[in-house]
Protein backbone atom coordinates (compact mmCIF):
# COMPACT_ATOMS: atom_id res chain seq x y z
CA UNK A 1 0.00 0.00 0.00
CA UNK A 2 2.78 2.31 0.80
CA UNK A 3 4.47 1.66 -2.48
CA UNK A 4 1.58 2.48 -4.66
CA UNK A 5 0.86 5.99 -2.69
CA UNK A 6 4.46 6.53 -3.47
CA UNK A 7 4.04 5.92 -7.21
CA UNK A 8 0.90 7.58 -7.10
CA UNK A 9 2.51 10.73 -5.75
CA UNK A 10 5.30 10.48 -7.75
CA UNK A 11 3.13 9.90 -11.00
CA UNK A 12 1.13 12.96 -10.16
CA UNK A 13 3.92 15.26 -9.88
CA UNK A 14 5.21 14.11 -13.34
CA UNK A 15 1.57 14.23 -14.64
CA UNK A 16 2.09 17.77 -15.58
CA UNK A 17 4.72 17.49 -18.23
CA UNK A 18 2.28 15.77 -20.47
CA UNK A 19 0.85 19.00 -21.13
CA UNK A 20 3.38 21.74 -19.54
CA UNK A 21 1.45 24.50 -21.06
CA UNK A 22 -2.00 23.48 -18.83
CA UNK A 23 0.04 24.64 -15.39
CA UNK A 24 3.33 26.38 -15.60
CA UNK A 25 3.77 26.65 -11.74
CA UNK A 26 3.24 21.93 -11.52
CA UNK A 27 5.47 21.67 -14.73
CA UNK A 28 8.09 23.77 -12.59
CA UNK A 29 7.79 22.02 -9.51
CA UNK A 30 7.77 18.59 -11.85
CA UNK A 31 11.20 20.14 -13.87
CA UNK A 32 12.99 21.43 -10.31
CA UNK A 33 12.26 17.45 -8.71
CA UNK A 34 13.72 15.46 -11.42
CA UNK A 35 16.72 18.00 -11.67
CA UNK A 36 17.36 18.17 -8.41
CA UNK A 37 18.11 14.59 -8.43
CA UNK A 38 19.90 14.23 -11.30
CA UNK A 39 22.04 16.93 -9.47
CA UNK A 40 21.79 14.88 -6.54
CA UNK A 41 23.51 11.97 -8.08
CA UNK A 42 26.17 13.27 -10.10
CA UNK A 43 26.81 15.45 -6.60
CA UNK A 44 27.12 12.07 -4.58
CA UNK A 45 29.23 10.92 -7.21
CA UNK A 46 31.60 14.17 -8.27
CA UNK A 47 31.71 14.80 -4.82
CA UNK A 48 33.45 11.66 -3.39
CA UNK A 49 35.29 11.50 -6.41
CA UNK A 50 36.97 14.62 -5.13
CA UNK A 51 37.77 13.81 -1.82
CA UNK A 52 38.73 10.13 -2.70
CA UNK A 53 41.34 11.99 -4.88
CA UNK A 54 42.48 13.98 -2.33
CA UNK A 55 43.07 11.30 -0.06
CA UNK A 56 44.66 9.18 -3.00
CA UNK A 57 47.33 11.74 -3.72
CA UNK A 58 47.92 12.82 -0.54
CA UNK A 59 47.12 16.33 -0.92
CA UNK A 60 45.60 16.68 2.52
CA UNK A 61 49.35 17.78 3.43
CA UNK A 62 48.02 21.26 2.08
CA UNK A 63 45.56 22.91 4.21
CA UNK A 64 43.34 23.82 1.57
CA UNK A 65 42.55 20.56 0.74
CA UNK A 66 41.59 19.55 4.14
CA UNK A 67 38.60 22.45 4.07
CA UNK A 68 38.16 21.54 0.82
CA UNK A 69 36.93 18.19 2.02
CA UNK A 70 34.73 19.72 4.34
CA UNK A 71 33.26 22.01 1.76
CA UNK A 72 32.27 19.05 -0.33
CA UNK A 73 30.33 17.15 2.88
CA UNK A 74 28.36 20.08 3.33
CA UNK A 75 27.55 20.16 -0.70
CA UNK A 76 26.02 17.25 -0.33
CA UNK A 77 24.14 18.48 2.70
CA UNK A 78 22.94 20.76 0.77
CA UNK A 79 21.67 19.33 -2.37
CA UNK A 80 19.87 16.59 0.16
CA UNK A 81 17.89 19.09 1.76
CA UNK A 82 17.22 20.14 -1.39
CA UNK A 83 15.68 17.45 -2.91
CA UNK A 84 14.12 17.33 0.89
CA UNK A 85 11.70 19.89 -0.04
CA UNK A 86 10.80 18.20 -3.01
CA UNK A 87 10.17 14.65 -2.34
CA UNK A 88 8.23 15.53 1.88
CA UNK A 89 5.17 13.65 0.54
CA UNK A 90 6.63 10.35 -0.66
CA UNK A 91 8.71 10.23 2.07
CA UNK A 92 5.68 10.42 4.14
CA UNK A 93 4.41 7.66 2.95
CA UNK A 94 7.75 5.81 3.94
CA UNK A 95 7.98 6.69 7.37
CA UNK A 96 5.53 7.61 10.05
CA UNK A 97 4.19 11.33 9.23
CA UNK A 98 4.12 11.62 13.30
CA UNK A 99 7.31 10.72 13.53
CA UNK A 100 8.87 14.10 15.80
CA UNK A 101 11.94 14.16 13.76
CA UNK A 102 9.83 14.61 11.02
CA UNK A 103 7.61 16.90 11.77
CA UNK A 104 10.76 19.11 12.69
CA UNK A 105 12.16 18.78 9.51
CA UNK A 106 9.09 19.91 7.80
CA UNK A 107 8.36 22.90 9.56
CA UNK A 108 12.31 24.09 9.33
CA UNK A 109 13.15 22.42 6.08
CA UNK A 110 13.42 25.78 4.36
CA UNK A 111 15.62 27.37 7.24
CA UNK A 112 18.03 24.25 7.27
CA UNK A 113 18.18 24.46 3.35
CA UNK A 114 19.42 28.64 3.56
CA UNK A 115 21.70 27.97 6.48
CA UNK A 116 23.47 24.88 4.55
CA UNK A 117 24.14 27.31 2.05
CA UNK A 118 25.64 29.91 3.92
CA UNK A 119 27.67 27.57 5.43
CA UNK A 120 29.19 26.35 1.35
CA UNK A 121 29.54 30.40 1.02
CA UNK A 122 31.23 30.64 4.29
CA UNK A 123 33.37 27.78 3.44
CA UNK A 124 34.36 29.12 0.38
CA UNK A 125 35.47 32.18 2.11
CA UNK A 126 37.21 30.43 4.22
CA UNK A 127 39.04 28.88 1.52
CA UNK A 128 40.06 32.27 -0.31
CA UNK A 129 41.35 33.38 3.23
CA UNK A 130 43.38 30.11 3.98
CA UNK A 131 44.88 31.16 0.15
CA UNK A 132 46.07 34.74 1.79
CA UNK A 133 47.18 33.22 5.23
CA UNK A 134 49.21 30.93 2.81
CA UNK A 135 51.06 33.64 1.71
CA UNK A 136 51.45 36.16 4.31
CA UNK A 137 51.45 34.16 7.81
CA UNK A 138 53.85 31.22 8.56
CA UNK A 139 53.78 28.89 12.01
CA UNK A 140 51.65 28.34 14.86
CA UNK A 141 49.73 31.87 13.97
CA UNK A 142 48.79 30.49 10.51
CA UNK A 143 46.92 27.22 12.00
CA UNK A 144 45.49 29.41 14.87
CA UNK A 145 44.06 31.97 12.17
CA UNK A 146 42.56 29.19 9.83
CA UNK A 147 40.71 27.35 13.05
CA UNK A 148 39.26 30.39 14.17
CA UNK A 149 38.24 31.35 10.45
CA UNK A 150 36.69 28.01 9.96
CA UNK A 151 34.33 27.60 13.24
CA UNK A 152 33.11 31.36 12.34
CA UNK A 153 32.28 30.13 9.05
CA UNK A 154 30.08 26.59 10.40
CA UNK A 155 28.28 28.67 13.64
CA UNK A 156 27.70 32.04 12.41
CA UNK A 157 24.84 29.81 10.19
CA UNK A 158 24.21 27.63 12.89
CA UNK A 159 22.94 30.15 15.61
CA UNK A 160 20.90 32.16 12.84
CA UNK A 161 19.15 28.95 12.03
CA UNK A 162 19.04 28.04 15.52
CA UNK A 163 17.84 31.56 16.19
CA UNK A 164 15.04 31.84 13.36
CA UNK A 165 13.69 28.18 14.77
CA UNK A 166 13.82 28.68 18.68
CA UNK A 167 11.22 31.72 17.51
CA UNK A 168 8.61 30.23 16.05
CA UNK A 169 8.29 28.22 19.55
CA UNK A 170 9.41 31.38 22.05
CA UNK A 171 7.84 34.79 21.96
CA UNK A 172 10.80 36.76 22.63
CA UNK A 173 12.93 35.65 20.23
CA UNK A 174 9.99 36.25 17.37
CA UNK A 175 10.65 38.54 14.69
CA UNK A 176 9.33 40.11 11.27
CA UNK A 177 9.79 38.32 8.26
CA UNK A 178 12.05 41.56 7.45
CA UNK A 179 14.40 41.35 10.45
CA UNK A 180 15.01 37.91 9.73
CA UNK A 181 15.31 38.48 5.62
CA UNK A 182 17.96 42.10 6.51
CA UNK A 183 20.35 39.66 8.80
CA UNK A 184 20.52 36.55 6.44
CA UNK A 185 21.76 39.24 4.00
CA UNK A 186 24.28 40.24 6.08
CA UNK A 187 25.55 36.67 7.56
CA UNK A 188 24.75 34.77 3.65
CA UNK A 189 25.50 37.19 1.68
CA UNK A 190 27.10 40.49 2.53
CA UNK A 191 29.86 38.92 4.87
CA UNK A 192 30.69 36.54 2.25
CA UNK A 193 30.97 38.40 -0.69
CA UNK A 194 32.88 40.81 1.60
CA UNK A 195 35.22 38.60 1.90
CA UNK A 196 35.87 36.97 -1.54
CA UNK A 197 35.83 40.42 -3.02
CA UNK A 198 38.91 41.44 -0.82
CA UNK A 199 41.04 38.63 -0.37
CA UNK A 200 40.19 37.11 -3.51
CA UNK A 201 41.91 40.20 -5.38
CA UNK A 202 44.36 40.39 -3.81
CA UNK A 203 45.06 36.39 -3.96
CA UNK A 204 45.19 37.31 -7.50
CA UNK A 205 47.36 39.83 -7.60
CA UNK A 206 49.83 38.45 -5.59
CA UNK A 207 49.94 35.70 -7.82
CA UNK A 208 50.09 37.71 -10.74
CA UNK A 209 52.82 39.73 -9.86
CA UNK A 210 54.73 36.92 -8.15
CA UNK A 211 57.78 35.01 -9.30
CA UNK A 212 58.63 32.73 -6.88
CA UNK A 213 58.17 28.66 -7.70
CA UNK A 214 55.29 27.24 -5.89
CA UNK A 215 54.82 23.20 -4.82
CA UNK A 216 52.53 21.26 -7.39
CA UNK A 217 49.52 20.92 -4.71
CA UNK A 218 49.46 24.74 -3.99
CA UNK A 219 49.18 25.55 -8.08
CA UNK A 220 46.21 23.12 -8.04
CA UNK A 221 44.84 24.82 -5.04
CA UNK A 222 45.45 28.30 -6.40
CA UNK A 223 43.70 27.69 -9.93
CA UNK A 224 40.31 25.56 -7.48
CA UNK A 225 39.87 28.69 -5.57
CA UNK A 226 39.67 31.23 -8.18
CA UNK A 227 37.50 28.83 -9.90
CA UNK A 228 35.05 28.49 -6.71
CA UNK A 229 35.46 32.25 -6.41
CA UNK A 230 33.86 33.24 -9.90
CA UNK A 231 30.68 30.51 -9.49
CA UNK A 232 30.32 31.48 -5.33
CA UNK A 233 29.47 34.55 -6.59
CA UNK A 234 27.25 33.91 -9.14
CA UNK A 235 25.54 31.77 -6.80
CA UNK A 236 25.42 34.69 -3.78
CA UNK A 237 23.94 37.18 -6.60
CA UNK A 238 21.19 34.16 -7.45
CA UNK A 239 20.63 33.48 -3.46
CA UNK A 240 20.16 37.16 -2.98
CA UNK A 241 17.08 36.99 -5.95
CA UNK A 242 15.90 33.83 -4.33
CA UNK A 243 15.68 35.64 -0.53
CA UNK A 244 13.97 39.01 -2.12
CA UNK A 245 11.11 36.63 -4.23
CA UNK A 246 10.72 34.40 -0.61
CA UNK A 247 9.93 37.62 1.01
CA UNK A 248 7.93 38.93 -1.37
CA UNK A 249 5.79 35.54 -1.29
CA UNK A 250 5.57 36.22 2.46
CA UNK A 251 4.06 39.48 2.46
CA UNK A 252 1.69 38.36 -0.52
CA UNK A 253 0.47 35.19 1.32
CA UNK A 254 0.00 37.14 4.64
CA UNK A 255 -2.16 39.81 3.02
CA UNK A 256 -6.21 39.90 4.17
CA UNK A 257 -7.68 41.38 0.62
CA UNK A 258 -6.62 38.21 -1.39
CA UNK A 259 -8.16 39.60 -4.65
CA UNK A 260 -7.54 37.75 -8.02
CA UNK A 261 -4.58 40.35 -9.25
CA UNK A 262 -2.96 39.45 -5.94
CA UNK A 263 -3.34 35.79 -6.16
CA UNK A 264 -1.76 35.76 -10.02
CA UNK A 265 1.05 37.78 -8.81
CA UNK A 266 1.72 35.35 -6.32
CA UNK A 267 1.75 32.44 -8.33
CA UNK A 268 3.89 34.61 -10.77
CA UNK A 269 6.73 35.44 -8.02
CA UNK A 270 6.45 31.55 -7.27
CA UNK A 271 7.14 30.31 -10.93
CA UNK A 272 10.23 33.11 -10.47
CA UNK A 273 11.64 32.05 -7.00
CA UNK A 274 11.36 28.24 -8.74
CA UNK A 275 13.25 29.02 -11.47
CA UNK A 276 15.98 30.87 -9.46
CA UNK A 277 16.06 27.96 -7.08
CA UNK A 278 16.73 25.61 -9.86
CA UNK A 279 19.47 28.26 -11.76
CA UNK A 280 21.06 28.19 -8.11
CA UNK A 281 21.38 24.32 -8.21
CA UNK A 282 22.85 24.20 -11.55
CA UNK A 283 25.34 26.54 -10.50
CA UNK A 284 26.19 24.33 -7.60
CA UNK A 285 25.81 21.30 -9.42
CA UNK A 286 28.85 22.63 -11.92
CA UNK A 287 31.39 23.40 -9.49
CA UNK A 288 32.56 20.20 -8.24
CA UNK A 289 32.51 19.59 -11.77
CA UNK A 290 35.20 22.59 -11.75
CA UNK A 291 37.11 21.32 -9.13
CA UNK A 292 37.60 18.36 -11.08
CA UNK A 293 38.57 19.49 -13.95
CA UNK A 294 40.92 21.92 -12.67
CA UNK A 295 42.49 19.26 -10.14
CA UNK A 296 43.31 16.72 -13.13
CA UNK A 297 46.34 16.47 -14.60
CA UNK A 298 44.91 16.48 -18.39
CA UNK A 299 43.81 20.22 -17.77
CA UNK A 300 47.21 21.37 -16.82
CA UNK A 301 48.17 22.54 -20.53
CA UNK A 302 44.99 23.97 -21.53
CA UNK A 303 44.09 26.06 -17.90
CA UNK A 304 46.06 28.75 -16.37
CA UNK A 305 48.83 28.56 -18.12
CA UNK A 306 50.46 31.92 -16.61
CA UNK A 307 49.91 30.30 -13.27
CA UNK A 308 51.18 26.89 -14.53
CA UNK A 309 54.66 28.67 -15.08
CA UNK A 310 54.93 29.13 -11.19
CA UNK A 311 55.03 25.47 -10.66
CA UNK A 312 58.54 24.34 -9.08
CA UNK A 313 58.68 20.86 -10.64
CA UNK A 314 58.89 23.15 -14.32
CA UNK A 315 62.40 23.55 -13.44
CA UNK A 316 65.34 21.58 -12.23
CA UNK A 317 67.23 22.06 -9.63
CA UNK A 318 70.98 23.31 -9.92
CA UNK A 319 73.92 24.26 -7.79
CA UNK A 320 76.52 26.75 -8.56
CA UNK A 321 79.20 24.43 -8.30
CA UNK A 322 77.86 22.82 -11.63
CA UNK A 323 77.84 26.12 -13.32
CA UNK A 324 81.21 25.73 -14.56
CA UNK A 325 82.63 22.74 -16.63
CA UNK A 326 85.77 22.11 -18.96
CA UNK A 327 85.32 21.55 -22.02
CA UNK A 328 87.11 19.30 -24.65
CA UNK A 329 89.96 21.60 -24.96
CA UNK A 330 90.46 21.77 -21.43
CA UNK A 331 89.22 25.31 -20.54
CA UNK A 332 86.22 26.59 -18.49
CA UNK A 333 82.49 26.58 -20.75
CA UNK A 334 79.46 28.57 -18.67
CA UNK A 335 76.67 26.87 -19.21
CA UNK A 336 73.85 29.67 -20.25
CA UNK A 337 70.46 27.03 -19.92
CA UNK A 338 67.60 29.09 -20.55
CA UNK A 339 65.50 27.25 -17.95
CA UNK A 340 68.75 27.96 -15.41
CA UNK A 341 69.07 31.28 -15.91
CA UNK A 342 65.24 31.68 -15.06
CA UNK A 343 65.84 30.04 -12.19
CA UNK A 344 68.59 31.63 -11.12
CA UNK A 345 66.59 35.08 -11.93
CA UNK A 346 63.75 34.01 -9.23
Not at 225 to 245: A, D, H, M, R, W
Request: include cysteine; hydrophobic fraction near 50%.
Amino acid sequence: MAETGIMDIINEKLASLQNPSEDVHKTLQALTLICNLVFLLFSLVLNLSIIINILYTRKTSVAYFRLLILYCLFHVLFQIMDVYLDCQDPIKQLVNPLMEPLIWLEENASVVRRGLLGVLFLLVATLTIERFLFSSVRGLANYCLQFVVCILALTLPALLAAFQIVSKQVTMFQQSPEVWFGIEIGVYIILPLLILTIFGTVNYCKVSISSRLIPTYEVAGIKTNIGLVVLSNISIFIFLIQECLLLWIEQLSTRSDKDQAVVDMLELVTVSMLCTRLGLNLIQWFIPVLILILCSSCSRPCCCSSINQLEETRYKPISRAGEDTLDGAGHFAVMHDPTEMRLKSN
